[in-house]
């Protein structure tokens, strides 16, 4: 099994719609990440989350919010999904010291 | 302000050909450096990472980088690309707030 998981992997949903995207880690890791990634814009920081009780905005946070359910479960809301959200999320996790960062595979949303 | 930049939105080498991809950050204190990959339709997949000690640093798959601190930069070079070698590459960098922030990344396209 992966140690960063990604569920699920594509996804089509509607504007107006929520949609949860799901991240899980076996790596025993405190720290969660949600990225984005768009065609020039490389990957752009949404939310992090240095342990369970901690969650911080990154810079590009409008429009989403994040849970952090458990240690290894970082979830990815959209409340309401616009086409402009259309775009390649990544969840990520590093150890307490931050140098070794692990992706997941990705989800690849679009809305439209 | 902060940033990473990979001066080269698209570069085409011949295969068997080098190759040199493009990085400077602008940050207070040397950050924590990093190249990835990422092929097609594929996750991110970290090729060399630059922590300290000596600056050119060997990753895998034949890659290289060379930190040069009075530049700012973190260039990556592979003597001779491969077919497989066709992929996006991100620099990445971890400043002191461990919060990973990638360029927006350079395609490389591979001619036979």
């Known amino acids: 099994d992966a140690d960063v998981t990604q569920t699920p992997r594509n996804r089509i949903t509607k504007t107006g719609k929520r949609i949860m995207l799901e991240c899980s880690q076996t790596?025993?890791?405190?720290?969660m990440y949600w990225y984005r990634q768009d065609p020039g814009l490389g990957l752009r920081l949404i939310y992090y989350s240095f342990d369970v009780k901690d969650i911080n905005k990154g810079e590009i946070s409008d429009g989403y919010s994040v849970s952090r359910q458990a240690q290894a479960k970082f979830s990815l809301s959209l409340e309401s999904a616009i086409p402009n959200q259309t775009a390649l999320y990544f969840c990520a996790t590093s150890d307490h010291q931050g140098y070794g960062y692990t992706f997941g595979s990705g989800t690849r949303l679009t809305v439209v | 302000a902060q940033s990473v930049t990979q001066p080269d939105i698209h570069i085409t080498v011949s295969e068997g050909a080098s190759l040199e991809l493009r990085c400077n950050y602008s940050y207070g204190a040397t950050p924590y450096l990093f190249w990835y990959v990422q092929s097609p339709g594929q996750g991110l997949q970290l090729l060399l990472k630059y922590f300290s000690g000596d600056t050119l640093v060997q990753g895998i798959k034949g890659f290289e980088a060379e930190f040069k601190r009075s530049q700012s930069s973190f260039n990556l070079r592979k003597p001779s690309v491969h077919w497989s070698d066709a992929a996006e590459y991100f620099c990445a960098v971890l400043p002191a707030d461990y919060k990973l922030s990638f360029g927006a990344g350079t395609t490389v396209t591979v001619r036979a």
């Open positions: 790596k025993g890791h405190d720290r």
